[in-house]
Each structure stands twice: as C-alpha cells, then as structure tokens.
C-alpha cells in the first residue's frame, strides 16, 4: 500500500515563500505523474502543477512564473517551490500520484492522495 504524506504548509506573508514536500511510502514500482491540487474555502479544487515521468510540466496560469514542480526520483517525492504568494493563494494543498504501478503488482495502477496541507497567505 502506498501512502502520501505532505509536508511545509503554514503561514506566510504575501510576498513570501513557502516548499510544499509529498514524500511517498511503500513499493513503488513506476508512476506516471505526480501533481499537487488546491481547494479554497468555497471553491472547486484545482490543479495546479502536475509532473510526468517523462518530465513534461504542466501549471496553471495563476501560478506561472511563481510556482516550480520538481521531484526525486530516488524516493519519488515531489516538491512545490511556491515564490511571490499572494492571499488568493491560501488553500489547502494536496499531492497526487497518478498510474502508480507497485513493485509486487507492476501490471497494475492505481492513483493516491496525500491528507493535504494548509497553506496561508496573509498579513
């Protein structure tokens, strides 16, 4: 079994900035992308940035130029480097790991979610 834990959501200042961390536990034979999510108060969750495994990015617009998705391989944790936050930023962050295929069941994928983290901008 395959579990995501996130970590390095607070607060901060607008302006500031913040390195969101989704380290994975268990056999993971292969993913095929690895991406983080946010849900405002109120609002739908939204990708934000999602990473393949063939390296491709992808971001929303509002965070282009401010956001950066990187991982590591080694332990398949992917990172969020989040720079210029703004107050429309606050939310609650989660990673998925998506085509996830594990070592005893290589033939077989399945998605997961991190708990998620919550993230606050504000003065």
């Known amino acids: 079994q395959v579990q995501l834990v996130e970590s390095g959501g607070g607060l901060v200042q607008p302006g500031g900035s913040l390195r969101l961390s989704c380290a994975a536990s268990?056999?993971?034979?292969?993913?095929?992308?690895m991406g983080w999510y946010r849900q405002a108060p109120g609002k739908q969750r939204e990708l934000v940035a999602v990473?393949?495994?063939?390296?491709?990015?992808h971001y929303v617009d509002s965070v282009k130029g401010r956001f950066t998705i990187s991982r590591n391989n080694a332990n398949y944790t992917v990172y969020l480097q989040m720079g210029s936050l703004k107050p429309e930023d606050t939310a609650v962050y989660s990673c998925?790991?998506?085509?996830?295929?594990?070592?005893?069941?290589?033939?077989?994928?399945?998605?997961?979610w991190g708990q998620g983290t919550q993230v606050t901008v504000s003065s």
């Open positions: 998925r790991f998506t085509g996830v295929a594990e070592i005893a069941t290589p033939t077989r994928r399945n998605d997961y």
């Open positions: 990473l393949t495994s063939h390296g491709t990015t």
């Open positions: 268990g056999s993971i034979f292969s993913v095929n992308a």
